[in-house]
Nanobody, 125 residues
Framework: QVQLLESGGGSVQAGGSLRLSCVSS????????MGWFRQALGKEREWVAS???????NYAGSVKGRFTISRDSAKNTLYLEMNSLKPEDTALYYC???????????????????WGQGTQVTVSS
């Protein structure tokens, strides 16, 4: 059974940095993707960044150049390094994994993700 556990959220001032972590377990396939998604209060969940098992990364335009996604396979941990944070980055951040479709985890509406429980990021101005 695949399980994901996020950590690293918190409160920072605009311009600050945070690093989110997502520890995974139960992966049985060599081809998969993982992604970070976020949901602000009153808004739809949106895709932030993703990484495929071959190392390919993708970023939403709103975070490109500020956020970096990476994965340490030895530690089974996915990271999201967030720099130059803005108040509009405030949201509940989730990691997700897709071990089924062979896709790239760039859709927030894909129905077969395994989700973590989320970690709150709050950026004050």
């Amino acid at each position: 059974q695949v399980q994901l556990l996020e950590s690293g959220g918190g409160s920072v001032q605009a311009g600050g940095s945070l690093r989110l972590s997502c520890v995974s377990s139960g992966f049985t396939r060599s081809r998969f993707c993982m992604g970070w998604f976020r949901q602000a209060l009153g808004k739809e969940r949106e895709w932030v960044a993703s990484i495929v098992s071959d190392g390919k990364t993708n970023y939403a335009g709103s975070v490109k150049g500020r956020f970096t996604i990476s994965r340490d396979s030895a530690k089974n941990t996915l990271y999201l390094e967030m720099n130059s944070l803005k108040p509009e980055d405030t949201a509940l951040y989730y990691c997700a994994a897709d071990l089924v479709s062979g896709g790239e985890c760039t859709s927030a509406t894909y129905p077969d993700y395994t989700w973590g429980q989320g970690t709150q990021v709050t950026v004050s101005s």
